[in-house]
């Protein structure tokens, strides 16, 4: 997964929450534009949650994402 397409997402207008899809199964919501900080470089992430819960993501473990009404994007990595 690129950083990219996690920022198009969180800056798309009108904003619709998503589920970041993590390779350990996981799915990380993001419901809020304001609720997520991506790092310049792009490597990592951090998604707030409620209660001021919080979340540090690596971004090339991402291997989804998804929006609510169905659309996803998964992208599964190749073996080597």
């Known amino acids: 997964m690129q950083a990219k397409e996690l920022q198009l ?3 798309a207008q009108p904003f ?3 589920v ?5 199964g ?3 919501p993001v419901d809020h534009p ?3 900080a991506l790092a310049p470089t792009g490597r990592s992430a951090v998604v707030y949650g409620k209660g001021g819960a ?3 993501i690596d971004v090339p473990l991402v291997i ?3 929006v609510p009404n169905g659309n996803s994007r998964i992208r599964r ?3 080597r």
């Open 20 to 24: 970041i899809r993590l390779a350990d």
């Open 34 to 36: 304001e609720f997520m």
């Open 16 to 18: 619709r929450p998503f």
């Open 54 to 56: 919080f979340e540090v």
């Open 64 to 66: 989804g994402l998804e």
């Open 26 to 28: 996981r799915g990380v």
């Open 9 to 11: 997402l969180s800056r």
């Open 77 to 79: 990595k190749k073996k």
